[in-house]
């Protein structure tokens, strides 16, 4: 997709933002993540993909200081996730499909108390939301509630409470699920807008066309990362012609086993 931003992203020159090495995580028996290694950088837009189960929602949580794992070195904003956490919590900001905002408030009164979690003055969080409804076009709604505004919209605002505070890292888990494709690619815009800002893009997504639009991608499978590298490299190692193929051919192999 083309778009109008010059992202930030170079290896070469940025700083890591997240680093991850040896990461395990342990349920009883189950393994749900097994001996991660991985790093992110300042300003890049990293997908985390992989099929339901496969581990990437618990490896989020621990890089949002949710949840502890079980062994591993894990570092996030230059935080531990062992002693850190809640200095994690403050330099990052999330989103997920499921439950991002509150629906019985209004999007002033969401945004207003996102802002006091994330620590902002009211000062601020007042500069802050003018610019959002600037940006968003979004004055019509500022009293409107959240649960009579359309899933796009909604999905554009939790976007943008998730970065309110202009943290170094923001988790989108399956932020796009459920919207039109000409929503999907507004909030893509978006995306981009937020990582020529330095900001670090860490996304899940179902979607694989989107995963063309990340700056690198991991697949997982089984609680490994399998695949890690560009899209263009990926497709290039495994003679494919888009992400789904490559993701395809990787996963296959694992369904046919479940099949025998």
């Not at 359309?150 to 605002?157: A, E, F, H, N, S």
């Not at 929503?183 to 995963?211: C, K, L, N, P």
Request: net charge neutral; with cysteine; proline share 3%.
């Amino acid at each position: 997709m083309a778009h109008k931003y010059l992202v930030k992203y170079d290896p070469m020159i940025n700083s890591k933002v997240i680093s991850v090495r040896n990461l395990v995580k342990k349920f009883g028996n189950f393994i749900a993540n097994d001996n991660l290694n991985f790093e992110v950088f300042e300003g890049e837009i990293f997908g985390f993909l992989g099929a339901n189960g496969a581990g990437k929602t618990t490896a989020i949580r621990i890089l949002s200081g949710l949840l502890e794992p079980t062994a591993g070195e894990v570092s996030v904003a230059g935080f531990d996730v062992w002693k850190q956490t809640e200095q994690i919590k403050r330099n990052i900001g999330y989103m997920c499909q499921k439950f991002s905002l509150y629906e019985d408030l209004t999007v002033k009164e969401n945004i207003w108390l996102y802002g006091g979690i994330y620590g902002m003055n009211k000062t601020l969080i007042k500069e802050r939301t003018t610019i959002l409804f600037e940006k968003l076009f979004f004055r019509e709604y500022e009293n409107r509630l959240i649960s009579d505004m359309p899933l796009g919209l909604r999905q554009k605002l939790a976007f943008s409470v998730a970065v309110l505070h202009e943290p170094k890292i923001v988790f989108l888990d399956e932020p796009t699920g459920g919207v039109d494709p000409i929503t999907r690619r507004q909030f893509w815009e978006m995306i981009y807008e937020t990582a020529s800002r330095g900001i670090t893009v860490f996304v899940t997504t179902h979607y694989m066309d989107e995963a063309e639009y990340c700056d690198r991608i991991s697949i997982m499978n089984e609680g490994r990362i399998v695949a890690l590298d560009t899209p263009a490299m990926l497709k290039k190692q495994y003679d494919a012609q888009s992400v789904e193929e490559v993701f395809v051919k990787i996963a296959r192999p694992f369904i046919s086993s479940q099949n025998l």
